[in-house]
Every structure is written in C-alpha cells, then in structure tokens.
C-alpha cells in the first residue's frame, strides 16, 4: 500500500497490520499533506489563495489523518486491556454501534451501524471495548465486506469466546453522490464463527438486533 524504497527490506517501516508507522501529528508531515491538497483545490479549477480556502488544505490534510487513525491502533491491545473471567455463557449483544469508515475505491465516506455479539468463554469483555475496535478497522481505507470481517476475527481470536457475529449495515456515498446515484439503498454485510453458525444461535442474534427497546 505504501512505496518501499527497498524491496529488499519488506514490511521495514511496517507497525501494526504491516501498515507504514506514520508520526500522524508530525508538523512535516501536515504540511506535505496540506500541500498536495492545496495543488487539488487548484487542478478543480479552484483558486486556492481566496480567502475562505485560505485554510483549507491544513484543514482537510488534519481531517483525512482523522478519519485514518484507525491505522495506528491495535484492536488487540484494547481488547486485551479490559478481558475479565466471568462465568456469564449467554450471548453479548451491542447494537446500534455508529460506523464512519471511506471506501478504499473513491475514498469517500460509508456509515451506518455494526451490531456486535458474542458468547464467553469464561471471559467477558469491558463493553466499551467493542465500540473501540469497530472503530480501530471502520477509521481506514476499507471495504464493508473487509471491515465486518476483521471484527469478527480480532474478537475470536483475541478472546476466545465460542462464537461471534457480526451485522453492519451502512450507505455508501460513493453511490449516492456520484456514480450510480441511488439514494436509499442500504448495504448489509455479516460475519459468524463459532455457535453463530448454528441456526438457532444466529437467530437470536438477529431477533436481538432487530428488537427495539421500550
Ligand atoms: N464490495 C464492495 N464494493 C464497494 C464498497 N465500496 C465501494 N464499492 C464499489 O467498488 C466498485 C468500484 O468499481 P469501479 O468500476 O472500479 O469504479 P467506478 O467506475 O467508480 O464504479 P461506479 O461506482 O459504478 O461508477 C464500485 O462498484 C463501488 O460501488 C464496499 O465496501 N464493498
Ligand atoms: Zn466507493
């Protein structure tokens, strides 16, 4: 994804996920950023020197570092800073979780919510934690498909419960703004392991996310 001067050394600068390391509040680093900005504002035929743009290449350079930083998170470490033995063994269910994320194609944003559910396995979770690790994969460059799967797979691997299932459902901008231009259709992706793959389990996970409270 990232140039290597040399080919000889992969993965040299790599941090978590074999992703580049960048300092992502390095002055340098905003400033070159702000810069290329600066030259799209002029190849869209805008004129970047009148006033209410004056700012704005630092601007979007500082809000498209934002919407990245999920690059320099480790969906593991958080999960793994807040695991308790706990003897609960019925499902864990966290619904309605916002997803802001940009597809990797036109980086342009996609959102909507995940539902996140699990079932122990002598640990649980701080429930805050799932929330945060949707976050860490939706906050990068991505596709829906990818994003619901890393979900699934940080969480089984990381703490081992005996199933996990995932629901996301989102708009794309890329095909409501531009492109194909429809405005109401709704994308939903969904990932199991474990007990998810049994009928019985996964239709109460879904039962669940569809109820309403109250
Ligand atoms: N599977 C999947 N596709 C996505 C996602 N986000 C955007 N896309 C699609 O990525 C595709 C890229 O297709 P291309 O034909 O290369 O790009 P394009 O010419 O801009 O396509 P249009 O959007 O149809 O105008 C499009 O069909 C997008 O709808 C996603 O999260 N998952
Ligand atoms: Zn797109």
Request: with cysteine; glycine share 6%.
């Amino acid at each position: 994804m990232f140039d290597d001067d040399d080919d000889n050394l992969p993965n040299r600068d790599a941090g978590i996920d074999g992703y580049k390391k960048i300092d992502r509040y390095n002055p340098e680093l905003i400033e070159n950023l702000s810069a290329s900005y600066h030259n799209v504002l002029t190849q869209i035929g805008e004129d970047p020197n009148r006033e209410g743009l004056l700012k704005t290449p630092e601007r979007v350079a500082k809000a498209m570092l934002f919407l990245t930083h999920g690059y320099d998170l480790n969906a593991e470490e958080i999960l793994k800073s807040a695991m308790f033995k706990e003897e609960y063994s019925q499902m864990v269910v966290v619904k309605d979780i916002e997803v802001y994320s940009m597809c990797e194609h036109h980086m342009l944003p996609f959102f909507g919510k995940a539902h996140v559910a699990y079932i122990p396995n002598g640990h649980v979770v701080g429930l805050s934690k799932i929330p945060r690790i949707v976050d860490v994969f939706a906050r990068r460059l991505q596709v829906q498909e990818r994003l619901t799967n890393e979900i699934r797979d940080c969480i089984q691997q990381t703490l081992n419960p005996l199933g996990v299932g995932v629901v996301i459902e989102c708009r794309h901008l890329c095909m409501s703004m531009r492109g194909v231009q429809k405005q109401n259709s709704v994308t939903t992706t969904s990932a199991f392991s474990g007990e998810f793959y049994k009928d019985k389990t996964r239709t109460e996970f879904l039962d669940l996310i569809a109820s309403k409270l109250s």
